[in-house]
């Protein structure tokens, strides 16, 4: 079994590799690698895509690693290998992001990325540290996660998603903010669960062994 998280020089990929690695030995998922080659997502049994930054910078520089989109659409869309979005990893799931600009994403599940808007103008944007999920859909990567656990966050721009079954957690910002959307194969979270201690470990642990 190989897990491939997407190097695409979009954010420090350190603590989630010690965190897959960790959660890997933990349920005997194997291999963790982090890798920029095509070839490599090629062969996963598993892909993780993370993100840090604004959502066309992100894309942009995803779509200039040769064969990269082509071999991600490959292993997810037409193997139906488990993926995990993270953060803009997550947003780029979406059919368009409007971050500074409209950008095209992955349209893997429909929706757009769309900037906070808190119903509170006390409430500053950037969506910055620890909030508590709720849970609105059932999920075998959330298993052991519940309505009130924490997750950190730092982000201004969150996924509206077009089909509310694909919402599978929230969290409250002067208004509901995505967390984790998901369908099929694919699943992705607005947080970083390397971040997210106990909480963010057990969904890792789950997505390595999860069979949809």
């Not at 893997?108 to 859909?137: S, Y």
Request: net charge negative.
């Amino acid at each position: 079994m190989l897990t491939v998280l997407v190097d695409y020089d979009s954010g420090n990929l350190h603590s989630a590799q010690k965190a897959f690695e960790r959660m890997s030995a933990e349920v005997g998922g194997g291999a963790v690698l982090v890798s920029s080659r095509a070839e490599d997502v090629a062969r996963a049994d598993r892909v993780v895509l993370p993100g840090d930054g604004a959502f066309p910078a992100c894309r942009a520089a995803l779509d200039a690693v040769p064969g990269m989109v082509e071999a991600l659409t490959e292993a997810v869309q037409v193997r139906a290998v488990p993926f995990m979005g993270i953060c803009v990893g997550m947003q780029m799931l979406a059919t368009l992001g409007r971050e500074y600009r409209e950008a095209a994403g992955l349209d893997w599940i429909g929706g757009e990325v769309v900037r906070i808007t808190p119903d509170d103008p006390a409430l500053k944007v950037p969506h910055m540290g620890w909030n508590d999920l709720v849970i609105d859909h059932a999920h075998p990567v959330l298993a052991g996660v519940a309505t009130g656990d924490h997750a950190y966050f730092v982000h201004s721009y969150h996924f509206q998603v077009a089909d509310p079954a694909h919402l599978l957690a929230h969290v409250e910002y002067g208004g509901p903010i995505t967390a984790i959307v998901g369908r099929d194969n694919i699943i992705g979270t607005q947080f970083h669960p390397e971040k997210s201690q106990a909480n963010g470990l057990a969904l890792i642990r789950n997505f390595l062994s999860w069979r949809p």
